[in-house]
């Protein structure tokens, strides 16, 4: 099981963040007293006034932290074969800010296709889904794939496509994801 430690920490700056679940945008002022309660795949979820907020990896100063490096897109894609494996892997570190465990494992990638285009790159499509059709950090989550796979190599385009039929359940959760929950 991942140990989730809470830190207790003074914003060092003004930081944009999101409201969790709705996906409001908010700044977080200089001086807040906030917990960090996950920071996995980049990103940052902290407890600040009563509600919980997404922040940026490229932000991490504002918490006092070092900041932990993304993977970086190729400038221009190279041609080559795409490893579907590794696009499955680098969405491993994509992350519901509410939930402790990868997206892969949560059951909500259904599909990855790789298509060559006539401009001989790659074209990555995801299907995936959320745990709620009415979450509001949909757009967060699905701009997080699009980013994380375009940094693996020879992928020139993604395209992420957000579906809700089959709708999402527990059962969709590798036994993995079940495990670190406690679900079994």
């Known amino acids: 099981m991942t140990e989730q430690r ?12 999101v409201l969790i679940p709705l996906g409001t945008p908010i700044v977080i002022p200089s001086g807040s007293r906030v917990q960090i309660t996950q920071r996995l795949g980049g990103t940052f979820t902290v407890a600040v006034g009563g509600n919980l907020a997404r922040i940026e990896g490229k932000d991490a100063d504002a918490l006092g932290v070092e900041r932990v490096p993304r993977a970086r897109a190729e400038e221009t894609a190279t041609p080559g074969e795409v490893d579907v494996e590794a ?16 997206i892969v ?12 285009t006539d401009e001989g790159g790659n074209h990555v499509e995801v ?53 670190q929950l406690g679900m079994f």
């Open 87 to 102: 696009v499955r892997e680098v969405l491993k570190t994509c992350y519901d800010p509410e939930i402790p465990v990868n």
């Open 127 to 179: 299907v995936m889904t959320l745990t709620a059709p009415g979450c509001g950090m949909g757009p967060f989550i699905v701009e997080d794939v699009r980013q994380k796979v375009l940094s693996v190599p020879h992928v020139s385009d993604v395209h992420v496509e957000l579906v809700f039929d089959p709708p999402w359940d527990r059962s969709m959760m590798s036994d993995e994801a079940r495990l």
């Open 6 to 17: 809470h830190e207790t920490v003074t914003t060092t700056r003004d930081v944009d963040a």
């Open 105 to 116: 494992d949560l059951g909500l990638v259904y599909d990855i296709h790789v298509v060559d």
